[in-house]
């Protein structure tokens, strides 16, 4: 069994367990097994065998391909432990009875058997690493497929450092672990298993005294094994807080530098790895701990059989070829043991990941009815009847909306802060659902209707422009993500932000840095309608698309706005009453309720609510 030189145990990860959320839901295209279905019992929770488990229904996808691997796995095994009894032959017959055909024979059988085993010793590890690549590949796949159909509370409610170390740290600890099973895990054992067969082909009574001794030397493994998966999970908690506490230092550079802030924040951050480094060491002095033990009671195991076996050989009731023929695979079943007893140690962690992971893997998804009717376009109107909503543990946010937006009209929705025209833009969008009540497009209930078909409809401008870390051209791209050039392009035109494009030195192929960072406000927002235009919708939702802007930005901004709602049903939430004057209907957010607003004499429109 070919091992790597070197192997630690160590793996890279560790946080707090996720809230199950309630949302009920399926996922929308992600075929994967269901891993909701099987929960682990308290009692194994956390355990290896939930990380055995928890990977089986991603392994028996390729269960042909592991059923060949294991095949050769115990070819080579069988090979190496048949070394042993030609070494017996070897010496017995044709060194001590002089038997030449017998030297030819083995000669012959142990050439044939090296290239043989090499061969396939070579294909094994190839497939090996393909399969446990590939499982870890539909891993990843899954999780982030899963994650972005979660609901907005979800993200609300997890730290995005927490989150990430799921993707990252958790899985590569998962990795390592798979990847280190069959020479580490699954190789060491089988070699266990055929070796204790050998040793009582070869002497049942030396083999019967290592039978009764064996068990003591995972005494100590076995005591050790659980409290290093405590002991992980804990530290995956401290590493996650280390991460977060990074990532929000990152994004708030611009407050902790205005206020001052360095000294504190590196204090509490000195605190959060002061926690990390004790968790770290017990971990490490457990792992200790229990490859000593396992090493220790391997040791007392070879001590106890050589003597045994010397005093069988000077006895004579113990061949000379025979104890030649039982002390390689003695040692070899001696150091399959150290080899599991190193590998516990990643399991334990892997454990850990995998509890995590599977934390994440059985969040419910928000999305409903994947599989429902089409609206392949708005022919009448979007009504909502009696609808209620309010976000977990806090009071009713909104109370009894109805309201009917036909086809091609312009309705606005303005109110203060907080009184809830963003959550009615979400519940448009589907991305949170109605308590009570319903919303109906074309008198199709929303709930009925596959989410992808409704989103198909509508373009967005947002109050908070996101724009990734990529060009300018894929970020227009984004609202069409099929668009050609000349596409791009024609909807820059429309959004008057072509010409300051193309005074950039990169023109379209510039960067627009994290967020959005090296482009103003202005300019980030022409970028999200550009990208309205582009993916010419047939509703467009405004949620305070201008709220952020000067006066002098917003009045250019809102006059690209009156082009892009051209032959559109416009739906625009806003708390400016100066962006509202050519609405058809107005409606106001008062403490929850909805209800019709007088738009007011031009002279007051400037007012803000």
């Given at each position: 069994m070919k091992r790597p030189l070197e192997y630690n145990p160590e793996l890279i990860q560790k946080s707090e367990p996720l809230p199950l959320e309630k949302e009920k839901g399926t996922s929308k295209k992600w075929k994967a097994p269901n891993l909701k279905k099987e929960k682990p019992s308290s009692e194994n929770e956390g355990a290896p065998g939930l990380l055995i488990f928890g990977l089986f229904r991603f392994v028996k996808k390729y269960k042909g391909r592991i059923f060949l691997i294991i095949g050769l796995l115990c070819f080579e095994i069988g090979f190496y432990a048949s070394i042993p009894f030609s070494f017996k032959y070897l010496i017995d017959e044709a060194?001590?009875?002089?038997?030449?055909?017998?030297?030819?024979?083995?000669?012959?059988?142990?050439?044939?058997?090296?290239?043989?085993?090499?061969?396939l010793g070579t294909l094994r590890d190839y497939l090996y690493n393909w399969a446990s690549s590939r499982i870890i590949q539909d891993l990843r796949l899954q999780m982030?497929?899963?994650?972005?159909?979660?609901?907005?509370?979800?993200?609300?409610?997890?730290?995005?450092?927490?989150i990430l170390s799921r993707f990252f740290n958790d899985l590569a600890s998962l990795e390592h672990a798979l990847l280190a099973f069959i020479p580490w895990g699954l190789g060491p054992l089988l070699e266990a298993l055929f070796g204790?067969?050998?040793?009582f082909l070869l002497d049942w009574k030396l083999a019967l005294i290592a039978l009764l001794i064996w068990p003591i030397s995972f005494l100590g493994p076995g005591f050790?094994?659980?409290?290093?998966?405590?002991?992980?999970?804990?530290?995956?908690?401290?590493?996650?807080?280390?991460?977060?506490?990074?990532?929000?230092?990152?994004?708030?550079?611009?407050?902790?530098?205005?206020?001052?802030?360095?000294?504190?924040?590196?204090?509490?951050?000195?605190?959060n790895c002061e926690k990390l480094f004790q968790v770290s060491l017990r971990l490490g002095l457990t792992n200790s701990y229990l490859e000593r033990s396992a090493g220790s009671g391997i040791l007392l195991l070879q001590g106890i059989l050589l003597l045994a076996g010397t005093a069988f050989a000077y006895n004579n009731t113990l061949s000379i070829g025979t104890l030649a023929a039982f002390l390689p695979p003695f040692l070899n079943l001696s150091y399959s043991l150290l080899y599991l007893s190193q590998y516990l140690p990643a399991l334990n962690h892997a454990s850990g990941s995998a509890k995590r992971i599977l934390e994440l893997l059985r969040a419910p998804v928000f999305e409903s009815n994947p599989e429902g009717s089409s609206i392949p376009e708005l022919k009448e109107e979007i009504r909502f009847d009696n609808v209620h909503f309010r976000y977990k543990g806090r009071s009713k946010n909104l109370s009894d909306i109805s309201l009917t937006i036909p086809k091609g009209s312009y309705t606005a929705i303005v109110g203060g802060s907080g009184v809830g025209k963003s959550t009615f833009i979400k519940l448009l969008l589907g991305m949170v659902q109605?308590?009570?009540?319903?919303?109906?497009?074309?008198?199709?209930?929303?709930?009925?209707?596959?989410?992808?078909?409704?989103?198909?409809?509508?373009?967005?401008?947002?109050?908070?422009?996101?724009?990734?870390?990529?060009?300018?051209?894929?970020?227009?791209?984004?609202?069409?993500?099929?668009?050609?050039?000349?596409?791009?392009?024609?909807?820059?035109?429309?959004?008057?932000?072509?010409?300051?494009?193309?005074?950039?030195?990169?023109?379209?192929?510039?960067?627009?840095?994290?967020?959005?960072?090296?482009?103003?406000?202005?300019?980030?927002?022409?970028?999200?309608?550009a990208r309205a235009f582009l993916r010419n919708p047939q509703i467009l939702l405004l949620d305070e698309a201008t709220s952020s802007l000067d006066p002098v930005t917003e009045a250019r901004i809102m006059k690209t706005l009156s082009l892009l709602r051209e032959g559109r049903t416009v739906i625009s939430v806003t708390h400016r009453l100066s962006t509202i004057r050519e609405a058809d209907q107005v409606f106001q957010i008062r403490n929850g309720k909805l209800e019709r607003f007088a738009v007011p004499e031009p002279e007051q429109q400037a007012m803000v609510l």
């Open positions: 060194l001590i009875n002089r038997n030449q055909n017998a030297l030819y024979w083995i000669g012959a059988y142990l050439a044939v058997g090296t290239v043989t085993f090499a061969i982030y497929e899963h994650l972005d159909q979660l609901s907005l509370d979800f993200f609300s409610n997890n730290k995005l450092g927490d204790t067969i050998l040793l050790l094994s659980r409290k290093s998966t405590e002991i992980s999970y804990s530290r995956k908690l401290e590493e996650a807080q280390v991460l977060s506490m990074v990532e929000e230092s990152i994004s708030a550079q611009n407050l902790i530098r205005a206020y001052d802030l360095s000294d504190y924040f590196f204090s509490r951050f000195k605190n109605p308590n009570e009540g319903r919303i109906f497009f074309d008198g199709i209930d929303l709930n009925s209707v596959s989410r992808s078909s409704v989103r198909s409809l509508v373009g967005v401008v947002f109050q908070e422009t996101f724009l990734f870390n990529t060009t300018i051209f894929e970020n227009i791209r984004i609202g069409k993500p099929s668009a050609s050039l000349e596409e791009v392009i024609e909807a820059a035109k429309r959004a008057e932000i072509h010409e300051l494009i193309l005074s950039l030195p990169m023109g379209y192929e510039t960067n627009t840095g994290d967020r959005g960072t090296k482009l103003s406000g202005g300019e980030r927002q022409r970028i999200a309608i």
